[in-house]
């Protein structure tokens, strides 16, 4: 049988160095030696904790203690534990002096402290010992019970102390459970007692629009007008910008420097009669490319002929008339391109006369009787006057569709700089403009370039206007079509339109300017317990609800022409009714 490793613990020894001396040891077995007080009693948690770490250990671990709490702890921790009776240690003298005495005395082996049962043959060891009460508890066939109740206890000292915690726990006991019956007690008498109903109600809403004649005018002109136009006014405020724009354009001309290639061409002629073709006549390829003849000709017409066929019997088939002629290639395809070396056809390629219509050109048509050459391409580009006529256009398109967005972004940038809230009347009718200075490189015309710069500087012009004294003026229109019970809880901005009755705007002079504007709003029945319509609809509600069935009451409030919506919460909430007393009723305006 292995022995049995004794490990002894310090009375302030922590769960770490108590887990750190179980590793060190070699022993599979090993016994924990505990002294009374030790600091791992104080907390049931701190045995909970040891325990778990015990179990990761691959160890046959036993505590040894002869601490009466200790003993009590370790019993809810299910750790093995054993009693092992010591010899008392000597009493501390007493002395009449302040300053105590105390006394050292050699040490004794610790394992003298932890004295085995005695045998009447002879002295067992610690482990012996130990083996021993596992035999006994193997032995034992009764119901199982906890470790610790099978060791000696201390009777008196125990008992007298389980005694006292059993009826300190008895006395928290019948505290907690009066506690709990007096809290109960109350809520039953408040769900009794104090019924309450919560109603929340949505006020019915619509919305309204108005038309407005608004006058933009110059501050000077503002303080000339009276009455009811003046509080229509809406002071203007003239802005102005000048804009620059310069873009890089391609040149599109090209000077050409090459060769055309020339070959000679077979033309058939399917018609009976001759065919005459003037000088330049064309003929065109698949790929597009012209080819002309350098004089007047005549295609002859066709014959009948008796040919011998494969078998070599004799049939009369026509036969078209044919004539050689020598043509050159145009410097220019039928798409305006260089054609150069691409005129350089192969023998046999297929050839029309696009002059003629569909039928005539199945009748008389020519291919290619020899490979053509001859056909360079070189080239250089030149700066054209239709390139200065295309980039002078778009150069204007360009700037006059980033105009308003530019002009946007110059009111703003003022705005920031002077603190003000200035909004562009973004009208078109509103925006001028003009071109101050178009700059084109037009002395450049017909010399080699691959690219050219143009720039224009555009001046514009335009009103502004305060947008919070615009929606101010808007607002309280707005105001004055709310009805008398009603009060407006929102104003759409978006909502905005508007269209021009008048305007007297020149470039320079944006003097007068009549607008129709609509704006929409939202109101609904002013239900605000501190308004007088709110404060008479409540009450009407409240007094005829009075002890109604929930639903009832409900669905009155609902019928009302004020109420949109309605949301009734009874509390109890067995309850099905609303509480007699009106000072339970609560309101709650969505």
Avoid at 77 to 99: G, M, S
Avoid at 405 to 429: S, T, Y
Avoid at 545 to 554: S, T, V, Y
């Amino acid at each position: 049988m292995s022995e049995r490793k004794i490990i002894f613990i310090e009375i302030d020894d922590e769960i770490t160095t108590i887990l750190s001396k179980i590793e060190k040891a070699k022993a599979e077995k090993v016994a924990l030696v505990f002294p009374e007080k030790a600091l791992i009693f104080e907390s049931f948690i701190n045995l909970k904790l040891l325990a778990e770490r015990l179990k990761k250990f691959k160890k046959d671990v036993k505590v040894i203690t002869r601490d009466k709490v200790g003993k009590k702890l370790l019993e809810k921790t299910n750790l093995i534990f054993y009693e092992i009776p010591v010899k008392k240690l000597p009493k501390q003298e007493k002395r009449t002096d302040k300053q105590p005495i105390v006394r050292v005395q050699k040490l004794r082996p610790t394992s003298g402290l932890l004295k085995p049962h005695r045998s009447v043959s002879r002295k067992l060891s610690l482990t012996e010992l130990i083996a021993e009460e596992e035999k006994k508890k193997k032995a034992i066939s009764v119901k199982k019970t906890d470790a610790g109740k099978e060791l000696q206890l201390g009777s008196n000292e125990f008992r007298m102390w389980s005694e006292k915690l059993i009826n300190l726990t008895i006395k928290r006991r019948n505290f907690l459970l009066f506690l709990i019956g007096a809290i109960g007690l109350f809520l039953i008498i408040s769900y009794v007692a104090l019924p309450s109903a919560t109603i929340k109600i949505r006020p019915a809403s619509n919305i309204i629009e108005k038309t407005t004649n608004l006058i933009l005018v110059g501050k000077e002109k503002k303080r000339q007008l009276h009455g009811p136009e003046r509080a229509h006014a809406i002071t203007t405020f003239p802005v102005e910008a000048v804009i620059e724009r310069s873009e890089t354009f391609p040149v599109t001309g090209e000077i050409f420097t090459g060769t055309n290639s020339s070959g000679k061409i077979k033309i058939y002629n399917e018609r009976l009669k001759p065919w005459i073709l003037i000088k330049n006549t064309r003929f065109r390829t698949e790929g597009q490319i012209i080819f002309r003849i350098n004089e007047k000709i005549e295609v002859p017409g066709s014959t009948y002929a008796m040919i011998r066929d494969e078998n070599g019997k004799l049939t009369r088939e026509k036969v078209p008339g044919v004539i050689l002629i020598d043509v050159i290639a145009d410097e220019m395809d039928a798409g305006e391109k260089i054609v150069g070396d691409r005129g350089n056809i192969t023998k046999g390629s297929s050839l029309i006369l696009p002059a003629l219509d569909p039928t005539s050109q199945k009748i008389l048509y020519a291919e290619a009787y020899e490979d053509f050459t001859g056909g360079l391409t070189e080239t250089y580009d030149v700066l054209t006057e239709e390139d200065i006529k295309t980039a002078s256009q778009k150069l204007k398109e360009r700037i006059e569709e980033s105009v308003e967005e530019e002009f946007r972004i110059f009111v703003a940038q003022q705005n920031a700089a002077k603190g003000l809230r200035l909004v562009l009347l973004d009208d078109e009718e509103f925006i001028n403009y003009r071109i101050l200075e178009l700059s084109l490189p037009e002395d450049e015309i017909g010399k080699p370039l691959k690219s050219f710069t143009a720039s224009v500087k555009m001046q514009i012009k335009g009103i502004a206007y305060d947008d919070e004294e615009f929606f101010r003026v808007l607002e309280n229109e707005l105001k004055s079509k709310v009805h008398p019970q009603k009060h407006l809880i929102t104003i759409d901005r978006n909502s905005m339109t508007y269209r021009v009755v008048r305007s007297d705007s020149v470039f320079g002079n944006l003097d007068r300017i009549k607008l129709a504007v609509t704006m929409k709003g939202i109101e609904e029945f002013d239900l605000r317990q501190d308004s007088k319509e709110g404060y008479s609809l409540i009450e009407r509600v409240r007094s005829s609800i009075l002890g109604k069935n929930a639903d009832e009451a409900k669905y009155f409030i609902q019928n009302m022409e004020e109420i949109s919506n309605v949301d009734i919460r009874v509390w109890p909430f067995w309850s099905s009714s609303i509480p007699a007393l009106d000072s339970n009723i609560k309101f709650r305006i969505l």
